[in-house]
Structure formats: structure tokens, C-alpha cells
């Protein structure tokens, strides 16, 4: 047999020598040993396991051997029967042990009765037994480890640094970011007081000026270039403040009832003379169905509409400037439709995508040319989606163009102040406190307070104000703010600490204050109302008319009763009784 031994060296069959063959080229040992104890078969596997040579595998001490230690074997597995013969019924299992060869390779041996012989299977485990061994010295180390750590409270550990040094980072930028936006207020408060000051003294004395009779005509035209310049540059300083305003969310929308012929007619008061002025024409167009009083922001509204026909009056060298407004839909609310439109140089297809965006005008020449500040048209925007509203506009270069804003407002009922107001003369026999430091200021509100039939007694700061009121009765008080000494505030909580018996006099702060969160600050000091400055005549005589009214003081509430203005109360809807369907 080739490479392998066969014992009785008898010759075999052909199917015989296959499967000789086969077990001879088994990766496992085997070893056949007859009934006589001699080796019958023996393969390469075996002889190559076991370390030994062909001749030393058929020598008898081999076989002594493996049988002395299967003895062996099942004695231990069988202590108490005598095993001095190969048990016919043995098990491999019951004859499995282990052989070490003097090399240290460890064979795994199985010995099982066969066909009265006995059948040797060896492997090599040495492998095995290594990896197991490793295998229990880790599970001896981990037990030894575990005990030591019985009962003790165990803590995962992370470094965190990066993390809270990110986190620290980003609280900083907070905070600067936070600081930047409180002194970017403080200085657009303080700029804005600063510049509408002197304003107030040029544009109230050259509307004095103007309501002169005797004023020769060509100073009369200079005079006007001065008001509209001032015009201009309080156009600006109310633009940044606006915008401002609109970032960080504090603009107000303060709604009431209002007559849209009567605000048409108070915004085309202030354009029209620029519109004559250029030898234009005005045309104007409202929808008779439109209920003769509606709710919302009339101020914002006004701000609006004059900002769109400002530009139109701006843009357009002939031709005309017009306003409608239509009616879209009726019921519990009128959706309106205002437009204004103009036959100036149009808007360039290219520069229709960043129009209400802000800083934005055609090109630098227009603002050359024009001037402005390029705000306009985004404030507007912002301004009329918070009213709930929409703003578009069509335009052909050259042509002109057309601005549309979509708003709905409720239809509103005459309040009986307004009534009572439109009812009699209000100026007849009324007196009027006037508290005001700045000289200039003061003169300019007392002459237009005169002209319109009031009693003005005028005083200059916080304490004379008290001392008056302790004194005189008045129907209507105009506080300015800043004053040396006692501040306008600090004298109105004092003036409403002496008042008694339901007594209100009303209370408005005239200044130059007029961020939304400083006017809020002096209503919840007790004030009625504000009126900033630089004013107009008919601003002021309209602020005038509505506080010295007759009955007026029976429909104030005490100041108990009136709640500061919050931030979160931006909107004031009307009630029940101030709307009709």
C-alpha cells in the first residue's frame, strides 16, 4: 500500500485499493490492530502525527502502548470491574485520551472496538489546547479583576473640553450679539432725538413762516425749498428708525377706525403741492361702496401710501401721478385695493427682482440724482404684510409704473368721541399746559397752539408743570420728555398722584422720542397719548382737537385701570361694538 502500511500484505481487489486509497490520504490518523494485537492498517496521517517511522508503528511496543493506556482508560471510567481484555462493547468516547510526543505536540486519541480489533483515531489538538488554555487564563485574570471591583460604583470618562469650549464660545457670541443689538439701539434712540430736535425748530418755524400772509413771494418759494429739505432729511432718520424697528420685531401696528376718504385726503394734503410743484397731474379715483369708516393702522397706512407717491412724484418728470381705491370684496370686512400709479422713467426689467429689498434703487445715479435712502419701498413691504396685506407692482421702462397693496379692514362704527368731536368747536375757551425747556421748541408749539383759538400757559420743566396743575385747571397737557431738573415722566406719575375724585387730565408727551418701546414707556407712566416731534400744524391741532373735546373726559379711564403696552401686545383688534357687518 503506498505510503501507508498494510499488516498482512495480502493482495487486494481493485475496489479494495480505492478505498485503501482513500483513508490513506484522510487528514485524521487512523491505525487498524487485529485481534492478535498486530497493526493491520496504518495511514500516512498516523505515522505523520505520531512522529514515528513505518518500521516503529509495526513494532509491538507501539501497540502495548495504546492498549496500556486504553486500559487505562476505561479502568477510570470503570473503577470497580477488572479490564484485563479488550471489552467487545467499548465506546470511541469511552476510549478518548490525550498522547504528548516528546516534541510537545499534543495528538487527541479515540480507541473503539473493531471487528475484533481495536481502531485507533488520533488528531492534532495542540492548537486547540493553546488557545484554550489562553482562553481560561483570560477567564481567570477577568474573575480576579471582578472581585476586586465587588460592590464598587463604576464611572465612564469623556473628554469634554472641545465640547464646552464650543459651548462657551457660542454663549459669547450670544451675549456680543445681544450687547451689539441693545447699543445699536441706544445710538438710533439718542441719533434720532439728536437730529428731529433742531428739525423740529426749522420745519415749525418755516411753517409759521409759510402761514404768513405777508411773506413776499420769492422768500415764500425759499422758504418751501427749506421745509422740503427738512422734509427730506426727516424722511431718512424715519426710515433707519423704521427699518430698525421692523428687524428686531418692535414695530407696533395700532389700530383704530378711520375714514379712508379723509386719510386719501390727509396723504395728497402733503404731495400735492410737489405735484403742482412740477407742473403734474393729480388724479384721484375712491369706490363709493367703501364704508365711510374702517379699522386699522391709519398712521402706518398714511406712511405707506406717502412713501409710494413720493416716489412717483419723484420719478416722474410728465404727465401724472394718481391713487384709487376699489373695493374687491364686501361683508364683515372690505378687502381694498389701493393703487398709485405714475407716468415716470419705469422700472428696468432687471432690477425688478431686488426692489423691495433694502439699500436698493435702480443704480447709484438714481440716488445721485433723487437721493433717498433706498428703504422705502422695503419698509413698506414689511409694514403692509404685517398688516396682513399684500404689495405688487407692474411697470413698463420708460412708461411708468403702477404699486398695488390688497388690504383687508373691517368695517368699523363712529365712536361718540368722534362724533362729539366733529359735532362742536373744540378750541373755544380751552386751556392747554404747555411744558417745554428748549425755548425754540416751545415758541413754535405755542404759536400754532394760538393760532388755532387755544390758551397756552407755558412752562419750562418738571416742577413748574406740578405747580400749575396744583393751581390751574387745564383741559390738555403737552409734556415734553427731556427735560433738566424733573423729566417729563417722573412728572406725570407725580401729576397722577395728586389727581383725585376721578379727575384725568389728559397727558401728551410731545418729544423727540419716538422708538415704539420709549412711547410704550410713557404710556405706562400714565400718558394718553404722543405726538413726535417735529410735528406738523395739522398733526398738532389734530392731537388737540381730539383730547379737548367735550365729554372727552367721561370715556378716559382712570390711569388704575390702564395697562402698560407690552411687547407682546403689538396689535390691538377691535371689539364687538366698535365693528359692524
Not at 422740503?228 to 395700532?254: Q, R
Request: charged share 20%; aromatic share 4%; glycine share 8%.
Amino acid at each position: 500500500m503506498k505510503d501507508g502500511l498494510a499488516g498482512n500484505g495480502q493482495m487486494r481487489s481493485a475496489p479494495a485499493e480505492l478505498l485503501l486509497a482513500a483513508l490513506n490520504h484522510a487528514q485524521d490518523g487512523l491505525i487498524v490492530v487485529d485481534h492478535h494485537g498486530r497493526v493491520a492498517f496504518c495511514n500516512r496521517s498516523a505515522i505523520e502525527l505520531l512522529g514515528l517511522s513505518p518500521q516503529q508503528v509495526l513494532s509491538r511496543p507501539l501497540i502495548s502502548e495504546l492498549m496500556a493506556r486504553y486500559r487505562d482508560v476505561q479502568a477510570a471510567n470503570a473503577p470497580n470491574e477488572a479490564a484485563q481484555s479488550i471489552p467487545p462493547s467499548a465506546s470511541a468516547e469511552d476510549g478518548r485520551y490525550e498522547y504528548q510526543r516528546p516534541d510537545g505536540i499534543v495528538l487527541n486519541i479515540a480507541a473503539a472496538p473493531f471487528n475484533g480489533g481495536m481502531l485507533y483515531t488520533c488528531k492534532d489538538v495542540t492548537e486547540l489546547r493553546q488557545v484554550q488554555a489562553s482562553l481560561s487564563e483570560c477567564e481567570r485574570e477577568f474573575g480576579e479583576l471582578a472581585e476586586k471591583f465587588r460592590g464598587v460604583i463604576g464611572t465612564v470618562m469623556r473628554d469634554v473640553t472641545e465640547r464646552q469650549n464650543r459651548a462657551a464660545e457660542l454663549l459669547s457670541a450670544k451675549v456680543a450679539a445681544e450687547a451689539a443689538t441693545v447699543a445699536k439701539s441706544e445710538f438710533l434712540a439718542s441719533m434720532s432725538h439728536e437730529v428731529r430736535t433742531p428739525l423740529n425748530g426749522i420745519l415749525g418755524y418755516t411753517d409759521l413762516l409759510l402761514c404768513d400772509e405777508s411773506l413776499e413771494s420769492r422768500h415764500r418759494q425759499r422758504v418751501g425749498k427749506i421745509r422740503s429739505a427738512g422734509n427730506a432729511l426727516l424722511s431718512v432718520v424715519n426710515d433707519i428708525l423704521d427699518f430698525s424697528e421692523i428687524e428686531s420685531g418692535g414695530v407696533v401696528i395700532d389700530n383704530g377706525e378711520f375714514s379712508v376718504t379723509s386719510l386719501i385726503g390727509s396723504a395728497l394734503e402733503i404731495v400735492e403741492p410737489l405735484i403742482l410743484a412740477k407742473g403734474l397731474r393729480l388724479v384721484t379715483s375712491i369706490d363709493p361702496r367703501i364704508a365711510p369708516l374702517v379699522w386699522g393702522d391709519e398712521a402706518r397706512l398714511r406712511q405707506i401710501l406717502l412713501n409710494l407717491l413720493n416716489n412717483a412724484v419723484k420719478f416722474t418728470a410728465a404727465g401724472s401721478v394718481g391713487i384709487s381705491v376699489t373695493l374687491s370684496a364686501a361683508g364683515g370686512g372690505q378687502l381694498l385695493r389701493f393703487d398709485v400709479s405714475d407716468t415716470g422713467i419705469g422700472i428696468p426689467e432687471a432690477q425688478r427682482g431686488k426692489l423691495f429689498q433694502r439699500f436698493s434703487q435702480i443704480d447709484t445715479s438714481v440716488r445721485r440724482k433723487f437721493g433717498g435712502a433706498g428703504l422705502g419701498l422695503a419698509i413698506s413691504k414689511q409694514l403692509v404684510e404685517r398688516m396682513g396685506g399684500t404689495i405688487s407692482f407692474e411697470s413698463a421702462e420708460g412708461k411708468g409704473s403702477t404699486f398695488s397693496i390688497v388690504l383687508e379692514l373691517p368695517t368699523a362704527v363712529r365712536s361718540s368721541v368722534q362724533e362729539v368731536a366733529e359735532a362742536e368747536p373744540v378750541s373755544k375757551g380751552k386751556r392747554v399746559l404747555l411744558v417745554e425747556d428748549i425755548e425754540m421748541n416751545g415758541e413754535i408749539a405755542q404759536a400754532m397752539m394760538a393760532a388755532a383759538g387755544y390758551e397756552v400757559d407755558m412752562v419750562a420743566d418738571g416742577v413748574s408743570a406740578i405747580a400749575s396743575v396744583q393751581t390751574s385747571h387745564y383741559d390738555v397737557i403737552f409734556m415734553d420728555i427731556q427735560m433738566p431738573g424733573l423729566d417729563g415722566v417722573t412728572a406725570t406719575l407725580r401729576i397722577r398722584e395728586l389727581e383725585h375724585n376721578g379727575a384725568n387730565t389728559p397727558i401728551v408727551a410731545m418729544t423727540a422720542h419716538v422708538i415704539p418701546s420709549e412711547v410704550d414707556r410713557f404710556l405706562a407712566a400714565g400718558m394718553n397719548d404722543h405726538i413726535g416731534k417735529p410735528f406738523k400744524r395739522e398733526t398738532l391741532h389734530a392731537k388737540l382737537a381730539k383730547w379737548c373735546s367735550p365729554g372727552l373726559t367721561t370715556a378716559l379711564a382712570p390711569p388704575s385701570s390702564r395697562s402698560p403696552l407690552s411687547s407682546s401686545a403689538k396689535i390691538r383688534n377691535p371689539t364687538e361694538s366698535e365693528l359692524s357687518g
